[in-house]
């Protein structure tokens, strides 16, 4: 079963088993539905209700009803597996990109380490030793090729690398 992080449980909300979710996963809504499996600690549980509440995503578990069950998954991980997310030949999730190598003009401009999310989500890019940054946003990136484990990107890029 190969499963994809989706975001910490943080905390717990109220009395009757509600959790709080810290997630910056793209496909939120394709994982926050009622009915999907999810798991927690290894042991998987179903999507009774969500909600958004502050910023974080709110979730109860079929099953659950009491506070004192969800204590334990406090500071735990929230998977789901890959194959629930459906994903088309054209779509990705960012943590397929790790290890791709970057190309520009059939140069070689290093591969992904890592990737960073936020208001402006960045690839971070390793090339002779150094790092350097791709933003998402924007048209630096022309196309994405899991399958033969490469990005290609547009010049202006190379202007990225210091």
Do not use: W
Request: net charge negative; proline share 2%; aromatic share 10%.
């Amino acid at each position: 079963m190969d499963l994809v992080y989706v975001g910490k449980i943080v905390n717990t909300h109220g009395i009757k088993g509600e959790i709080r979710i810290k997630s910056d996963f793209e496909l939120k809504s394709r994982v926050f539905v009622v009915g999907m499996e999810v798991v927690i600690a290894n042991k998987t549980y179903v999507i009774k209700s969500y909600r958004v509440h502050k910023g974080f995503d709110m979730i109860t578990l079929e099953g659950i009803d009491d506070i004192n069950q969800v204590i334990p998954f406090k500071g735990k991980g929230l998977f789901i597996r890959r194959d629930f997310l459906e994903l088309k030949n054209d779509e990705f999730i960012l943590e397929d990109v790790i290890g791709l190598e970057v190309i520009c003009n059939e140069e070689s401009l290093g591969h992904i380490k890592d990737y960073q999310t936020g208001p402006n989500s960045l690839l971070i890019v390793s090339y002779l030793n150094k790092n350097y940054y791709i933003p998402l946003s924007g048209d630096f990136i022309q196309r994405v090729d899991v399958l033969n484990n490469k990005i290609y990107v547009e010049e202006k890029t190379k202007g990225l690398i210091l």
